[in-house]
C-alpha cells in the first residue's frame, strides 16, 4: 500500500517541478539565451542575402525569415518572443507602453555612452516575468536603416513595409529590442 503512494507523491512532485515557474535570475537567463538565438538565427541568413543578393535580398530574407524565428522561439519556449522599436519597420513591432518605456530608457542610456549591446531590462508584474534585450545599430545596418538609402533600397523597403519609419538612424543608437515575456503561472490558477 506504500509503495503506490510513494509512487504517487513522486510523480506529482516531479510534474510540479517541471511546471515550476523560473525565478526573476533564471528567466533573465533563459530569456538572453533565447534573445542571443533570435540573433544568431538571423543575422547569418541577413548576412548571407547580403552577399548573394545585396541589400534588396537582405530585406526579403528580414521580412519573412524574423517572423519566422520569433513564432519558433515562441513556439519552443511557451514565452511571446518578439522585436519591438520605437521606430517599427513592420505594425507587429509596434510596443507596448511598458516596451515603450524600456526602449525611451535603452535611448537614454545609449546617448549617455552605455554600450547598446550590453542593454537588457527584467521586471515582473502579477501575471508575467518581461525582459528585453537592446539591438542596437551597427555601421552595417545603415545600408537599411540609415538615412542615406539607395533607390533600390528604399523601392524593396516601400514594396516590404509601407508604413516603415525605422530609418534615419546612426550608429551607436538604439533600433529596437527582443522583447520576451513569459506567463507567470501562479497568475494561470
Not at 525611451?104 to 516575468?129: C, K, N, V, Y
Not at 545603415?142 to 530609418?167: F, I, M, N, R, W
Amino acid at each position: 500500500m506504500l509503495k503506490p503512494t510513494l509512487t504517487a507523491l513522486l510523480a506529482f512532485a516531479l510534474a510540479n517541478q517541471a511546471t515550476a515557474e523560473p525565478t526573476a535570475a533564471e528567466f533573465k537567463t533563459e530569456a538572453a539565451t533565447l534573445a542571443k538565438r533570435f540573433v544568431q538565427t538571423l543575422k547569418p541568413q541577413l548576412q548571407q542575402a547580403l552577399a548573394e543578393g545585396g541589400p534588396v535580398a537582405a530585406i526579403e530574407v528580414c521580412s519573412q525569415k524574423a517572423p519566422e524565428i520569433a513564432h519558433q522561439l515562441s513556439a519552443e519556449s511557451g514565452w511571446q518572443v518578439k522585436r519591438v522599436s520605437l521606430k517599427p519597420r513592420n505594425p507587429e513591432a509596434e510596443p507596448e507602453v511598458w516596451q515603450r518605456q524600456v526602449l525611451l530608457s535603452f535611448d537614454e542610456r545609449a546617448a549617455a555612452g552605455e554600450d547598446p549591446q550590453s542593454l537588457s531590462h527584467i521586471d515582473e508584474t502579477e501575471s508575467q516575468l518581461r525582459f528585453m534585450k537592446a539591438q542596437g545599430v551597427a555601421p552595417l545596418c545603415l545600408t537599411c536603416h540609415g538615412s542615406q538609402l539607395a533607390p533600390e533600397v528604399k523601392t524593396a523597403l516601400d514594396e516590404h513595409y509601407p508604413d516603415d519609419s525605422a530609418k534615419g538612424y546612426q550608429p551607436g543608437q538604439i533600433r529596437g529590442a527582443i522583447s520576451i515575456v513569459a506567463p507567470r503561472l501562479s497568475a494561470q490558477n
